[in-house]
């Protein structure tokens, strides 16, 4: 009844299908013991974790942000994996590539959850092996992070903007 008067109040139709896997329902609570059985309705399926717009919300806190991590790490390591076999240029254009093509992947998922030290290590050992992969000498971490105008590199530093970016999302 719930489902029907919601159907005729939004003008959307919920898939009846559960082989779609598109009606699924994530147990919390009391509720979290319940088997498929005891789900009143026959097309909501039982599922761990629920794929909200590209996030994935999972039944503890430490289970979403290890999820969305994990994901988060695998995005990187295909981007800069499929970059180290011939995406060759200028040391001073990896950085504009890096910020627009690489990290719009990471900035997703900051809005939503602090990501974990570990993913945060990973994604810049991952960005820093791309970035200097044709160098024979590192420049100094300062210059990365500083402005062009001021002669550095402008690479964004994740761990800052992530943060500032969590902090904007509740505020």
Known sequence: RVFSTFERSSGCRLHRDPLSQK????????WKNWSQEDIPIPYLIKSDQLDMLGYVLCATYTQ???TNGN????KIRNIMGSWKGGKFMPLTDHPWSIN?????KVWYNCHNMQLRQGDLNFIQSQINSWMYMDQLEKPQ????YRCKENGGLGLLCIPAKSLSMLIRSFL
């Open 71 to 74: 994901i988060t790490k695998e």
């Open 64 to 66: 979403t942000r290890m």
């Open 23 to 30: 009606c699924k329902v994530l147990l919390l609570g009391a």
């Open 141 to 144: 971490d300062v210059v990365k």
């Open 100 to 104: 627009c093509h690489a990290l719009s």
